[in-house]
């Protein structure tokens, strides 16, 4: 039984060594706020359902925007700039843009570590391409998977990827070797061998899928091929009804218009229809397998009876994606082993139901993830929750939960404090005290929430947009010019956050690593 003491202003965890919850950390990677079948998709995603539709669902919880930002946020309950990732993984060669999560912050498995927890990562690190700043260097006692930046399914990979069994390289994993179902496979087998620890374990379980490059197995595409023939706006309209029939979003609620680039769909050939169809057969394809896997991890955590003892949290660190590449071989099939492509914008648009805009920008769109807590031990009963939370907010949260104390000092080093709130009262059926404020940068895009009012101005035009969520969420009439007092006060609150947090002017910083501007960075 959790007893809950005021401590320091907040609510304190207090149990004993055996109750202890066993954490389990799944993050998605550029998956769109309405892909799972329990926020309104046709994607089947059973496994993530059954968690979503016996634990806790979140309909206001943002991420950073962007891979790097969130993981580094994520696994450090700081803003991005604080964490040294400004931007991605370069070294921009200014304070806060450095590419490598700095010293003077500790990982979720850092501070667990040194609270009696056991350690594991199977996955996409993509926080640190030095070898100094790997998993096993941040606190994880076990590591499988991709210290850069991911990006891979069949093997051989696509560029410079590396795959790692805790600091070795595997130099080939076998010609059937799918990267989804390994990153899965090892995340069940670290919890077996951690559960028969005495210790509680944590698990961070950091999923490539459903990044491009678009690869599946054929027998997981051909389940969806046709489904997308319906048409871009058909099978968003049909997510946008779902989602309202399951209480993701009420009755009354809006849907953004269809983005300015999405094409007609009766104006496609054939053969442009059945490429788009193609595109996102795969996409889904990803999603399932991922599912298919986390099922799996499931099961092995209730055979070995940890089920109900173990928080599992799932979230994705961006919105859909518009990015549009094509490399390697064009006549390979898309989908196969070397092929590379993208499911293209109109697709993110639709995963992104019903929001505006994509991964990247700090629009709806870009920033709102599916947040699922599964934790039988606390949460009896299934519930949708609409108060806002923060990525910053789940290391603060994971602490709470497994009576863990976070480190001033950590290896001779002073460390930063925590900027995230816990969720804790969510868990619990109670109302938040809320942040006074939630902000963002990434690449010059800039934004803030306060209450319900919202600002977004975007690199490198920089057009004013306010927005008010409660009778407007999704971001469709800008007020920015009828209300020049409340936007300059949202300005003047994210100039003040950003100044103490760290963020730089996005041309100053290209100015100081030139090659930065020319960079085409896909992860």
Same mark, same amino acid.
């Given at each position: 039984m959790l007893v809950f003491l005021a401590c320091m202003g907040c609510a304190k965890t207090q149990t004993t060594q055996q109750e202890r919850p066993n954490v389990i950390l799944i993050l998605a990677d550029d998956m769109g706020y309405s892909d799972l079948g329990s926020y309104g998709s046709e994607i089947k995603t059973p496994a993530l359902d059954q968690l979503a539709n016996?634990? #806790? =669902?979140?309909?206001?919880?943002?991420?950073?925007?962007?891979?790097?930002?969130? =993981?580094?946020? !994520? !696994?450090? /309950?700081?803003y991005p700039h604080q964490a040294n990732m400004g931007f991605m993984q370069e070294d921009c060669k200014v304070p806060g843009y450095g590419g490598v999560i700095t010293n003077s912050a500790v990982t979720i498995a850092q501070a667990l570590k040194?609270? /009696?927890?056991?350690?594991?990562?199977?996955?996409?690190?993509? +926080?640190?391409?030095?070898?100094? $700043?790997?998993?096993?260097?941040?606190?994880?006692? @076990?590591?499988y998977g991709f210290p850069h930046h991911g990006g891979a399914y069949f093997f051989p990979f696509p560029g410079d990827q590396v795959l790692m069994y805790g600091d070795s390289v595997i130099e080939n994993p076998g010609s059937d070797?799918?990267?989804?179902?390994?990153?899965?496979?090892?995340?069940?087998?670290?919890?077996?061998? &951690?559960?028969?620890?005495e210790e509680p374990f944590f698990l961070y379980l950091a999923h490539v899928a459903p990044h491009f490059p678009l690869q599946a197995r054929d027998e997981d595409i051909a389940k969806y091929r046709g489904t997308y023939k319906k048409g871009f706006e058909a099978v968003r309209q049909a997510r946008f009804e779902k989602m309202k029939a399951q209480g993701i979003i009420p009755e009354d609620y809006p849907i953004s218009q269809p983005d300015e680039k999405v094409p007609d769909w009766d104006e496609l050939s054939e053969e442009e229809k059945d490429d788009y169809d193609l595109r996102m057969s795969i996409y889904a394809a990803q999603i399932e397998t991922?599912? =298919?896997?986390?099922?799996?991890? +499931? *099961?092995? #955590?209730?055979?070995? /009876?940890?089920?109900?003892?173990?928080?599992?949290?799932? #979230?994705?660190?961006?919105?859909?994606?518009?990015?549009?590449y094509s490399w390697g071989d064009s006549t390979i099939q898309l989908g196969k082993q070397g092929s590379f492509g993208c499911y293209k914008l109109p697709w993110a648009n639709v995963s992104n139901t019903p929001y505006r805009m994509f991964k990247h920008w700090g629009n709806e769109g870009g920033i709102r993830t599916p947040f699922i807590?599964?934790?039988?031990? !606390?949460? *009896?009963?299934? =519930?949708?929750?609409?108060?806002?939370?923060?990525?910053?907010? +789940?290391?603060?949260?994971? !602490?709470?939960?497994?009576?863990? *104390?976070?480190?001033?000092? $950590?290896n001779g080093n002073?460390?930063?404090? #925590?900027? /995230? @709130?816990?969720? &804790?009262?969510?868990?619990? *059926?109670?109302?938040?005290?809320?942040h006074e404020g939630l902000f963002w940068e990434h690449e010059g895009n800039k934004a803030a929430r306060i209450g319900d009012w @919202?600002? +977004?101005?975007?690199?490198?035009?920089?057009?004013e947009e306010l927005y008010d969520l409660s009778t407007d969420p999704t971001e469709s009439k800008n007020l920015a010019e009828a209300n020049p007092h409340q936007l300059a006060e949202m300005k003047t609150k994210w100039k003040l956050w950003a100044d103490r947090v760290g963020v730089l002017p996005w041309d100053s910083v290209l100015r100081a690593e030139p090659k930065q501007a020319r960079l085409q960075i896909y992860y």
């Open positions: 016996n634990g #806790l =669902r979140m309909t206001q919880f943002y991420n950073a925007s962007r891979c790097c930002p969130t =993981r580094a946020s !994520l !696994l450090t /309950g700081l040194t609270n /009696g927890y056991n350690t594991a990562m199977s996955g996409k690190w993509h +926080v640190g391409n030095d070898e100094a $700043y790997w998993p096993t260097q941040k606190g994880f006692d @076990k590591f070797y799918y990267s989804t179902e390994a990153i899965n496979e090892f995340g069940a087998e670290f919890v077996t061998d &951690l559960a028969k620890e991922m599912d =298919r896997g986390i099922g799996d991890l +499931v *099961k092995q #955590l209730e055979t070995i /009876g940890e089920l109900d003892n173990t928080v599992i949290i799932f #979230l994705s660190d961006n919105g859909g994606t518009r990015e549009d807590v599964h934790y039988p031990n !606390l949460i *009896k009963e299934p =519930r949708i929750d609409n108060q806002p939370a923060h990525i910053i907010d +789940v290391m603060t949260t994971i !602490l709470e939960l497994t009576a863990s *104390k976070y480190p001033t000092t $950590y002073q460390i930063q404090a #925590l900027e /995230g @709130k816990s969720l &804790l009262p969510i868990f619990s *059926k109670k109302t938040r005290d809320a @919202k600002w +977004v101005s975007a690199y490198p035009a920089y057009v």
